[in-house]
């Protein structure tokens, strides 16, 4: 054999000598993977509970009723969840407020209808209706300027901010008016009883 060849040979037998794949390590590795990631979500689980078992003073939302009058707006889109108002991180879970799902919403003067196939229906009576805007993100969900119609309301003694996207964004800004006309009417008659009562009091 020549010495011009040697090159070669020594090349083939380093490439026939390479290591074997360490086959145990490698499936341990693996299996320890999958452990942590069960970890984590047990982990997730457990504050998921804790969180609800802490907002246990909430009341349950009011079921929807037999019949909730002509409807001023509907909407079909996403529900993203809760979060105590003004604070777009502190989710509420209690009463499966936390559980995303698909929405049907209707707006009619006795109130708003949550539609949620696969999770719990909830109705928010027009005299707890607090508000509505536009926003970015709600509950960990962070969508496009606008991209988000959040809807305040009152359950028991706290304000919430609900969050539901539209399958037709161009469709919130028709809620963001109605539902702010109807809770701003809500308070000039509020405030309007609460005036004559003390005038009839005096």
């Known amino acids: 054999m020549s010495t011009e060849t040697t090159p070669a040979v020594a090349l083939a037998a380093a490439q026939k000598s390479q290591e074997v794949t360490d086959w145990a390590a490698r499936i341990g590795w693996v299996v320890g993977l999958i452990l942590f990631i069960a970890l984590l979500y047990w982990l997730m689980r457990q504050g998921w ?47 499966g407020l936390g559980t995303r799902s698909r929405a049907e919403l209707t707006l009619t003067e006795e109130g708003l209808t949550v539609l949620r ?33 959040v809807v305040t309301w009152q359950l028991g003694g706290r304000t919430l901010d609900s969050g539901f996207r539209s399958d037709r964004a161009a469709d919130h ?16 008659e509020a405030v309007a009883t609460s005036h004559h009562t003390q005038e009839g009091a005096s």
């Open 117 to 149: 196939p696969g999770a719990r229906d909830f109705f928010v009576p027009a005299a707890r209706l607090r508000g509505a805007r536009l926003d970015t993100g709600i509950a960990g969900k962070v969508l496009t300027e606008g991209g988000l119609l």
């Open 49 to 95: 509970k804790w969180r609800g078992t802490l907002q246990g003073d909430l009341p349950e939302p009011e079921p929807v009723p037999g019949t909730a009058g002509k409807p001023l707006l509907t909407l079909t889109g996403r529900y993203h969840g809760s979060t105590g108002a003004g604070q777009w991180l502190d989710r509420i879970v209690a009463h």
């Open 173 to 188: 800004a028709a809620w963001v008016e109605r539902v702010n006309a109807m809770s701003s009417t809500r308070d000039d």
